[in-house]
C-alpha cells in the first residue's frame, strides 16, 4: 500500500457473489477512486483483516451485499462500528428482492446499518451513485470540515461552545483551537496577541482577516455583512420571529407567494431541531436526515424565494400601530409589518443544581450532542431527557463514547419518545437507561468527572463517573419578551385560536387557528400552547398559517378607505 494511499480515506465493498462485486466495485473505482482507497472483499473475515491497518477515522464508507449466498451482514456491520463509529455502513440489495425489504428495515431501525441501497444495476447507475455520494457527504460532515473560514480560539467556557455550535450548525466551516493549548497559544501569537479577551474569533474569508474579541451576535452578524438598516419607515408584509422548522417554513410558503418576508433570528438558523444528529421520522426522508441539514436546505429555499434574513438580533417587545404591527429588536430598531407570525420555539432547562453552572461547556452542554461528539471519544457521558432530542443525542454520542446512559425523571420512555428511537436504543449496546433518576451535584477538580445521582423513589444518592453530562430537557419557550402583547398560560406558551379565552379577541369574528389575541399576529410551532413537540407538526403549522396571513391582510385592506 502506498503511503498516498495509506492518507486516503476507505470505500470497502463486501460481496460473495462475483457479479455484484466486480458491478460495484467498478462503479466505484470509476467514480471514487482517486479520492478514496477501494477495499473490495469476499468474505466479512477478509474485510475485517483488509481494514485492520485503518483508524477509527478513516474508513468513510462500508458497504455489505445482503441477499442468496451471502453471509449475514449485521455482526460485521456491528463490529464496524465499534472499531470506526463514523463510517457510514449501508445494505446492499437487488431491485426486486422485496422479501428482504423487512429484514433491512428492521436492521434499519435498530440501528445495525445506516442506510440501505440497491446495487448498481448498469453502467452510469445515477441512482446508485446519487446514494453513494449523500452517504460520503454525510461522513465528510461528521469528520469536520475540510477547510476553515473561520477560526474561534478560546477557552472551555460556555460561550466559545455556543459560538462554535453556532456555526457549525449555520454551516460555516469553522475550527476551534484551545487557547490554552501549544496550538492556541501560537495562533495567539502569530496575531499579536498577549492577553486576549476570549473567546477571539478570526474571521478568514474576508480579503484581510478580521479579528474579533469576545464578539457578541451583532458584532458577528456586522463582521458577516448580514446588517442591514432596517427602520419602522419600511412595511413588510410579514415579520417571522424564529428561524426554526416552523419559521422556516412559514418563510418559504410566505416568500413563494410574494409576500415580503422578514426572518429575525438570533443566533443559527434551525433552532432545537438544527441540533438534532438523525430524524427519521420526517416525511421524505427513509433513510433519515440531520436536523442541519434538513433546515439549513429550508433557509436557502426561503432565501432563493427572495424572503431576507436578519441575523444577530432578537425581539424584544411587540406593540400595534393602528394596523401595523411592530416588532422591536435588541439593537434599538422597529421593524414594521402587517401581520406577525412567533415562531421562538423553545429552549432547554437549564438542570436546577447550581453546582453545574460553572462548568456549562466545559463538561456540561445543552443541546450539543453533534459538535461535541467527537471529543467523547472513549468517555462515559451522561443525556439527560427523555424526548426525541435526547434519544437522537444519546445514539449519536454512542458512535464515540465509551458508554452512554439516559437518565430520566419518569419511569418510561414511551411518554414522550417515538417507537423507533426506543427501539434504536434498547439495541445499541453501549447505551442504557436509567429510570426514577435525577441529578442532584457534579463536578471535579481541573476537568469535569462526576455527577451525584439521586434516585426519586428511595432518595438514595450515588456517585457516579462521567466526563460529560448532555441535557436535553423540557420545553421553556422564549416568550418573555411578549408580556402584556399576548396571552401565555402559566408557562409561557402562547395561546391561540379555539384556546383564547372567551372575548379575548379583538374582532368579530372568530381567531384564525394560529392566531394570537392581537389580530395579525400568530404563533406557530413549539412556542404556542398544545403544539406536538415534533419537526413534520412544526412544518406543517408554519405552512398553514400562511393561507390566514393573505386571509387578515386581505381583511385589512378593505378595512382601509379607497384613495382618490
Not at 207 to 219: F, G, S, T
Not at 288 to 296: A, D, N, R
Not at 374 to 384: D, L, N, T
Not at 444 to 450: I, N
Request: net charge negative.
Amino acid at each position: 500500500m502506498s503511503a498516498a494511499a495509506e492518507s486516503m480515506p476507505v470505500i470497502v465493498i463486501v460481496s460473495h457473489d462475483p457479479d455484484t462485486r466486480e458491478a460495484t466495485a467498478s462503479e466505484v473505482t470509476k467514480r471514487y477512486g482517486d479520492d478514496y482507497e477501494v477495499v473490495v472483499a469476499t468474505t466479512c473475515d477478509d474485510a475485517t483483516e483488509r481494514l485492520t491497518p485503518f483508524d477509527d477515522r478513516q474508513v468513510a464508507l462500508v458497504l455489505v451485499n445482503t441477499g442468496e449466498g451471502e453471509e449475514p451482514a449485521v455482526p460485521f456491520l456491528a463490529q464496524v462500528r465499534r472499531r470506526h463509529p463514523t463510517a457510514r455502513r449501508a445494505a446492499m440489495v437487488r431491485w426486486g428482492d422485496f422479501d428482504r425489504a423487512r429484514e433491512v428495515f428492521d436492521a434499519l431501525a435498530r440501528g445495525d446499518i445506516d442506510h440501505y441501497l440497491v446495487r448498481p444495476q448498469h453502467r452510469r447507475d445515477e441512482e446508485f451513485h446519487s446514494a453513494v455520494s449523500q452517504l460520503l457527504e454525510d461522513w465528510m460532515l461528521e469528520q469536520g470540515p475540510p477547510f476553515e473560514t473561520v477560526r474561534v480560539i478560546g477557552d472551555r467556557s460556555a460561550r466559545s461552545q455556543e459560538l462554535r455550535d453556532g456555526f457549525a450548525r449555520n454551516h460555516i466551516p469553522v475550527r476551534f483551537a484551545d487557547a490554552a493549548s501549544v496550538e492556541g497559544q501560537r495562533l495567539l501569537d502569530d496575531l499579536g496577541m498577549d492577553e486576549p479577551r476570549l473567546p477571539v474569533v478570526v474571521l478568514l474569508f474576508t480579503a484581510e482577516p478580521q479579528v474579533l474579541e469576545n464578539p457578541d451576535d451583532i458584532q458577528i452578524a456586522e463582521a458577516f455583512g448580514l446588517t442591514r438598516t432596517i427602520t419602522d419607515e419600511h412595511r413588510y408584509d410579514l415579520t417571522v420571529i424564529g428561524a426554526g422548522p416552523a419559521g422556516l417554513a412559514a418563510a418559504v410558503n410566505a416568500a413563494s407567494e410574494g409576500l415580503d418576508t422578514l426572518v429575525v433570528e438570533k443566533q443559527s438558523v434551525g433552532g432545537q431541531a438544527g441540533s438534532s444528529s438523525l430524524i427519521r421520522n420526517y416525511p421524505g426522508f427513509p433513510k433519515g436526515v440531520t436536523g442541519g441539514k434538513l433546515t439549513f436546505h429550508a433557509f436557502q429555499q426561503a432565501w432563493s424565494f427572495g424572503a431576507t434574513f436578519h441575523f444577530g438580533r432578537e425581539a424584544v417587545g411587540l406593540r400595534t400601530d393602528g394596523e401595523d404591527r411592530l416588532v422591536d429588536l435588541s439593537d434599538g430598531n422597529a421593524v414594521r409589518s402587517r401581520a406577525v407570525m412567533v415562531a421562538t420555539g423553545v429552549q432547554y432547562r437549564r438542570l436546577p443544581v447550581p453546582s453545574l453552572a460553572a462548568w456549562e461547556g466545559q463538561g456540561v452542554y445543552y443541546g450539543a450532542a453533534t459538535s461535541e461528539a467527537p471529543a467523547m471519544k472513549g468517555r462515559r457521558v451522561i443525556v439527560v431527557g427523555g424526548g426525541n432530542s435526547a434519544g437522537q443525542a444519546a445514539v449519536h454520542l454512542a458512535k464515540f463514547a465509551e458508554h452512554v446512559t439516559v437518565l430520566i425523571r419518569g419511569s418510561t420512555l414511551a411518554d414522550s419518545m417515538s417507537e423507533y428511537l426506543i427501539r434504536l436504543i434498547d439495541a445499541t449496546h453501549n447505551i442504557d437507561v436509567r429510570y426514577d433518576a435525577e441529578i442532584v451535584d457534579g463536578g471535579g477538580t481541573e476537568v469535569f468527572d462526576h455527577v451525584v445521582v439521586k434516585g426519586r423513589r428511595d432518595g438514595r444518592r450515588e456517585w457516579v463517573t462521567s466526563d460529560g453530562v448532555f441535557a436535553l430537557i423540557g420545553s421553556q419557550p422564549h416568550t418573555e419578551w411578549l408580556e402584556g402583547a399576548l396571552l401565555r398560560d402559566e408557562w409561557g406558551f402562547v395561546r391561540t385560536g379555539a384556546d383564547l379565552p372567551e372575548g379575548a379577541f379583538g374582532l368579530d369574528r372568530a381567531p384564525f387557528p394560529g392566531e394570537t389575541n392581537t389580530p395579525g399576529v400568530f404563533a406557530v410551532g413549539d412556542v404556542r400552547r398544545g403544539s406536538v413537540k415534533r419537526v413534520a407538526s412544526s412544518v406543517g403549522e408554519g405552512a398553514v398559517a400562511i393561507p390566514d396571513v393573505h386571509r387578515y391582510i386581505d381583511e385589512v385592506r378593505a378595512r382601509q378607505p379607497a384613495v382618490g
